[in-house]
């Protein structure tokens, strides 16, 4: 450590003044002042103490009570910053041995727990943008045994849907291409995860399927040999293996011996997430909505809904269910069982507010063209909106004062006079041009 002592050198001569004793001249018997020699010195007489005591050592740069020489305070600050005169009280035997030492950088090799603490963050994000790149820059660069990097991936993946398992799929793949993983790496992990099966299952109950899954996935990208699942004795019923590992495997071999199997494995995660083409993702709301119909499970809808991996769409759902609601309007159950679903989705956040007002805009704006297949869909519209209100507070105040108000039918005046009754003259209508009156 670098202490910085400011030193004064304008006091030194003021206090050797101050230390020299007076002047007091040396005389000899006869009273006379004398020299050296006996001779009469031309001068006045100074005593030897005065001259060993007067002039500070060294100019003022050394002696006990002195400061140094004029300019030394700055040696700190231009200089080097360290004290290298042992007398010094500032002096550290530290300074001058540092610079003796060599700094070697070390990186230290990370066990799983680290390993998984590292790459989290980095596989969520991936997750959240779909971009690669960030993620295989942390794989390649990170200090530790390959296969854990897998590990840590296949175990962020069993707690994700469909599409997240897609992209880990996708990544696995990469890291085999761009030579960060080898088969031997993708081996030994799942071997491992085989093993950790059953303590999986307990926060993802379809563990078994979804690995066997990534397996034949491995398998279909090249990163493993069919080998690998063929001859498994998991697979074979052989070895000592756990019910949830045989299951994996056996899952993993059914995939791989199916008809035109390495198309099929490209999608064996299906098709969900952003990408997602707009027609397949109605058609799956249709299918759900209609099994809810059946089932009246409106928890599995949701379970449905969230594995679409779709919640720019989710308008979508509550459009096609207040569109089946009026289809079925002349019924009592249809309609109360979609007001109770769009009560649940509210509530267990599924589909957020926005959502649920735009989806009731869109069926106000092409309510015209729905009146032209159900003739009394103001009617219906009426009573579903009672049925939601009592269910739930979905329907916000701006979605009542948007509701589409019914506008007067044109008649002929055939039908005011046929409903005349008799003895009673009809009222006076005025008819248009294209024979046409107003209600």
Not at 169 to 196: G, M, P, Q, V
Not at 335 to 359: C, F, H, K, W
Request: hydrophobic content about 35%.
């Amino acid at each position: 450590m670098s202490v910085v002592v400011a030193r004064a050198p304008a006091m030194a001569e003021s206090a050797s003044k101050v230390m020299a004793p007076s002047h007091v001249p040396q005389r000899g018997n006869s009273g006379e002042r004398r020299g050296s020699g006996g001779q009469r010195p031309s001068g006045p007489a100074v005593s030897r103490g005065h001259n060993r005591r007067a002039s500070p050592k060294k100019g003022g740069a050394g002696g006990k009570g002195t400061w140094g020489k004029p300019g030394d305070e700055l040696d700190a600050v231009l200089g080097d910053g360290k004290c290298h005169d042992p007398r010094d009280p500032a002096f550290e035997a530290e300074d001058d041995a540092m610079d003796s030492i060599e700094f070697v950088v070390t990186d230290v090799k990370l066990d799983e727990e680290a390993t998984r603490d590292v790459l989290t963050p980095h596989i969520k994000q991936y997750l959240e943008s779909g971009d690669p790149d960030d993620v295989l820059d942390v794989c390649q660069r990170i200090n530790c045994d390959r296969f854990l990097l897998l590990n840590v991936i296949l175990e962020s993946a069993l707690d994700r849907n469909a599409s997240s398992r897609e992209l880990c799929s996708k990544l696995i793949a990469d890291l085999y291409h761009k030579a960060i993983l080898t088969t031997t790496d993708i081996t030994r992990s799942f071997e491992e995860t085989l093993d950790k099966l059953e303590d999986l299952k307990l926060d993802d109950p379809d563990a078994s399927d979804a690995l066997g899954k990534f397996v034949a996935r491995a398998v279909a990208d090249d990163c493993l040999p069919p080998a690998y699942v063929n001859t498994h004795p998991a697979a074979n019923g052989k070895g000592f293996f756990s019910k949830d590992a045989r299951n994996a495997l056996r899952k993993a071999h059914g995939l791989l011996h199916m008809h035109h199997a390495m198309a099929h494995l490209d999608q064996v995660w299906g098709v969900s997430g952003a990408r997602t083409p707009v027609k397949f993702v109605i058609k799956q709301i249709m299918a759900m909505l209609k099994e809810y119909l059946f089932s009246e499970d409106a928890e599995e809808v949701g379970r449905c809904i969230h594995d679409l991996g779709v919640p720019h769409f989710h308008h979508e759902v509550v459009y096609e269910a207040v569109v089946l609601a009026l289809e079925h309007g002349h019924r009592e159950r249809e309609p109360r069982l979609i007001a109770t679903l769009l009560a649940y989705l509210d509530q267990s956040a599924l589909v957020t507010p926005n959502q649920m007002e735009a989806g009731f805009r869109r069926v106000f704006s092409d309510f015209e063209e729905l009146e032209i297949d159900i003739p009394h869909a103001h009617v219906y519209l009426k009573r579903f909106l009672d049925l939601a209100t009592s269910a739930g507070s979905y329907v916000s105040k701006s979605v009542t004062a948007a509701v589409p108000q019914r506008q007067a039918r044109k008649r002929y005046l055939s039908e005011n006079l046929g409903g005349a009754h008799d003895g009673e003259a009809p009222e006076p209508e005025v008819a248009g041009q294209d024979g046409y009156a107003s209600a």
